[in-house]
């Protein structure tokens, strides 16, 4: 028999601040489904353990508010794809071969991934193009969620959020990959425009990109 083991509240207030960012101790409560007491002796465990910081936001004439984000230390408990060997491999290429063969080695790696998600996320509609897209990059720990608004003329947008950065470590290293990731994502949708609107590297919580079909 198989048992599927719950995380702990600990590792649910870090999977939801890194999803959600910055958040109140009522809102991780909430989330969690704990008391707010509760939730505030995880969190005190949490800050001393350098996982989590907080800040106050003053709201009206009332008392502040404490608000808790996750460290660069609580950051790295995420998922992630890359280690500290690819970039020690990626400093020794930028240092032994010119800079345009280094940007033709991004280029080619990134056009073969390229295909790879073309290949598996098949032909059908955009729709469905996108939301075994953003499976496919969930499953290799980007956190990817999938939401719907209305763009002008009733259009239909897609915006793609993902929480967390697998090659973060790469991406601190070499900003210039993320350049690439987004022509990739334009290669996968060949029919869409793709805008990023969010990055992480800028401090955002998160990363988000735009995508809306090409008139």
């Known amino acids: 028999m198989t048992t599927t083991h ?3 509240t600990k590792q649910e207030i870090v999977q939801y601040l890194l999803k959600n960012g910055p958040s109140t101790a ?3 409560a909430k989330a969690v489904q704990i008391s707010p007491q509760a939730t505030r002796r995880h969190l005190k465990d949490l800050e001393d353990s350098g996982l989590i910081s ?3 936001v003053q709201n009206g004439k009332g008392r502040p508010n404490y608000v808790y984000q996750l460290s660069p230390q609580g950051r790295s408990r995420a ?3 890359y280690n500290e060997f690819a970039v ?3 400093n020794a290429l930028v240092e032994t071969v010119p800079e345009e063969q280094v940007s033709a080695v991004w ?4 056009s073969r991934k390229a295909k790879e998600y073309r290949d598996r996320i098949g032909s059908d509609s955009l729709k469905e193009r996108i939301t075994n897209l953003v499976r496919l990059r969930t499953d290799e720990g980007y956190m990817a969620e999938l939401h719907l608004e209305s763009g002008r003329n009733s259009e239909v947008q897609f915006i793609i959020l993902e929480h967390n950065c697998a090659i973060s470590d790469v991406a601190e290293s070499f900003p210039t990959v993320c350049s690439h990731e987004l022509d990739m994502f334009a290669a996968i949708l060949p029919d869409c425009i793709v805008e990023r609107t969010q ?3 800028n401090g955002e919580p998160r990363c988000g990109y735009l995508i809306k079909a090409k008139s």
């Open 107 to 110: 280029s080619k790696q990134w």
């Open 6 to 8: 719950r995380p702990s």
């Open 79 to 81: 998922p992630h794809s």
């Open 54 to 56: 907080h800040g106050s």
């Open 88 to 90: 020690s491999f990626l």
């Open 199 to 201: 990055w992480i590297n």
């Open 26 to 28: 009522q809102q991780l």
